[in-house]
């Protein structure tokens, strides 16, 4: 079994910083993209960043020069800086990874997600 913890979540005023972490666990080969989502009230799902296993990134024109997707290869985790939070950026941020399993199965599993409200 697969899975992924995020965790960083909370509540900022404008103009402030949070950092999102997401962790994957399990029989695990190898992970290829990692990505962050988020979903807003009443709003589809949106992608924010992603990442190569090698670290070429890309971002939504609306967090571009704001937030900053990295990652660590050996712990399994990638990570989302985001810098001058704006109540725009107000929702549920998701992870997600494309997986590898030790059984050669290929999964592509979202995290629960983490509540990220920024407000003054």
């Known amino acids: 079994q697969v899975q992924l913890v995020e965790s960083g979540g909370g509540l900022v005023q404008p103009g402030g910083s949070l950092r999102l972490s997401c962790a994957a666990s399990?029989?695990?080969?190898?992970?290829?993209?990692m990505g962050w989502y988020r979903q807003a009230p009443g709003k589809q799902r949106e992608l924010v960043a992603s990442?190569?296993?090698?670290?070429?990134?890309n971002y939504a024109d609306s967090v571009k020069g704001r937030f900053t997707i990295s990652r660590d290869n050996a712990k399994k985790t990638v990570y989302l800086q985001m810098n001058s939070l704006e109540p725009e950026d107000t929702a549920v941020y998701y992870c997600?990874?494309?997986?590898?399993?030790?059984?050669?199965?290929?999964?592509?599993?979202w995290g629960q997600g983490t509540q990220v409200t920024v407000s003054s």
């Open positions: 997600n990874a494309d997986i590898r399993t030790s059984g050669w199965v290929l999964l592509r599993p």
């Open positions: 399990g029989t695990i080969f190898s992970i290829n993209g």
């Open positions: 990442i190569s296993p090698g670290g070429s990134t």
